[in-house]
């Protein structure tokens, strides 16, 4: 008797031998990797009791870390480090007691007036210098800023008193004295006193005057006047309670 080979006779003999190899795997009798001629790995049994237990023990490096281990700070309640003998490095280095730094910037501004009448308008050359120290406790600042304008000295578009306006300027900027007694810090002299500041924008920033002579106006720093002024504020690393 001759059998034809069908899709469906091949499609049958492959779903009953699927059968055979599951039926044969869960008795424990064949793996898998049998029906396709290819050796299984050996099958250790494990003990599923004592596995939760042993990871349960184990210690969590993460979790037992504190606070002050995750970001290496000594532990809590132990008093601070000694101070390293002389001659080793130190982390940090202490502000000096006495010190002075000086900074400063130059601007160049120049703009020209077409086409009716032409003519130079502006050549600002903006200097400005600071100083700042600490002598013992206390911190000091010291600052000026002047403006010249070439344009105006030569040119015979401008009336004479506008000339004599514009020509030079010489502005005082931040000097003051800061210091300290127990938990009040005070600053005394000329300052800015920024108050709610939005980016571009005056909203609650009317403490300090400001220079707006200029159509397109500079940064913050510069257009502001520092106002002479004593300042107080509190600094307490205990919490207030009110009662």
């Known amino acids: 008797m001759k059998i034809k ?3 469906e ?12 190899a599951l039926t044969a795997h869960a008795a424990g009798t064949i793996a898998y990797d049998d029906a396709l001629a290819t050796p299984a790995p050996a099958y250790t049994p494990q ?6 237990a042993a990871a349960s023990t184990a210690p969590n490096k993460l979790l ?8 290496g700070l000594p532990p809590a309640g132990k008093p601070p480090a000694e101070k ?14 006495r010190g002075f730094a000086l900074n400063g910037f130059y601007d160049f501004e120049l703009a020209y007036t077409y086409p009716k009448t032409a003519h130079w308008s502006r050549a600002v050359n903006r200097f400005q210098l600071e100083a700042s120290g600490r002598i013992g406790g206390n911190k000091w600042k010291l600052g000026g800023r002047a403006d010249i304008d070439p344009v105006y000295y030569g040119s015979n578009y401008y009336l004479d008193g506008v000339k004599n306006d514009q020509k030079l300027d010489f502005f005082w900027r931040e000097n003051y004295i800061d210091f300290g ?3 009040l810090a005070f600053r005394i002299g000329a300052q800015n006193i920024v108050w709610g500041e939005v980016v571009g924008l005056f909203f609650a920033d009317v ?9 397109i106006l500079p940064s913050f720093d510069i257009i502001r006047i520092p106002q002479g002024a004593t300042s107080l ?7 207030v309670t009110y009662t």
Request: charged residues 25%.
């Open 5 to 7: 080979n069908s899709p």
């Open 9 to 20: 006779l091949i499609a049958i003999g492959a779903l009953l031998a699927a059968t055979t």
């Open 47 to 52: 003990d599923t009791e004592k596995a939760p």
């Open 64 to 71: 037992a870390q504190s606070r002050e281990e995750l970001f």
């Open 84 to 97: 390293p003998a002389a001659g080793e490095p130190l982390l940090v280095k202490p502000a000096p007691e």
């Open 181 to 183: 007694a127990g938990d």
């Open 207 to 215: 403490v300090s005057a400001r220079d707006q002579r200029e159509f």
């Open 233 to 239: 504020r509190y600094l307490s690393e205990s919490p």
